[in-house]
């Protein structure tokens, strides 16, 4: 497999996330603050936000996502064009410089837990850490059949009880780790009906 295969497929599959001053949580996970990060991923509609993100090799890419519920889409500004975007249970990502195109399945990728419809951290997904900092919240969960498929980490902003998404790590099952550091979060955004589509080219 080539090495522009491999990182194309690594694209999006990891990370622990370092939010600064978290402190563990002692004893059970809190339900109340499950409950919130559910109520934020199902209801928040038009995010977008200015994206860093860090690959498992290094390398730095920036650009804009977009969020609905069930749906994702990074368009990339650096360090060339490409948009990966996923929904309905799959991922395509498209790659300008290169002319390439690859497709998954996130049934298997930590990815796909941000993107079930509805969210639902019970079940078939079990939140492994609630940690607190000051103004902060993280949450990180896996699949309750299979957590070595990976780890997904969510961190937010939270101010007067008011959650805003600011970075997505996910941790795959080679622990390969990607980051995303989400600036200039806004919500609203009325997206087109295609906005969205798997099969739009780049």
Known sequence: MSRRVILSRRLFLAAPLAVAACQASPGAVDLHDVARVERYLNTTRGLTAQVVQTWPDGGVG??????????????????????????????????????????????????????????????????????????????????SDNPSQGLLTLGFSDFAGQLSLVAIDLLDARRNSTRLHLTDVRTGTDFPPDFFSLSAPL
């Not at 498209?94 to 509805?118: E, F, I, K, Y």
């Open 62 to 143: 920036e650009g804009t996502l977009s969020y609905e519920p069930g749906n994702l889409r990074l368009d990339y500004r650096t360090p060339h064009p490409m948009r990966l975007v996923a929904a309905g249970g799959h991922l395509v990502f498209r790659d300008a410089q290169r002319q390439s195109v690859t497709r998954m399945n996130l049934s298997h990728q930590p990815l796909g837990l941000l993107l079930a419809t509805p969210v639902h951290l019970g079940g078939a997904v079990v939140v492994t850490a609630i940690r607190h900092g000051a103004n902060v919240l993280q949450i990180s969960m896996a699949r």
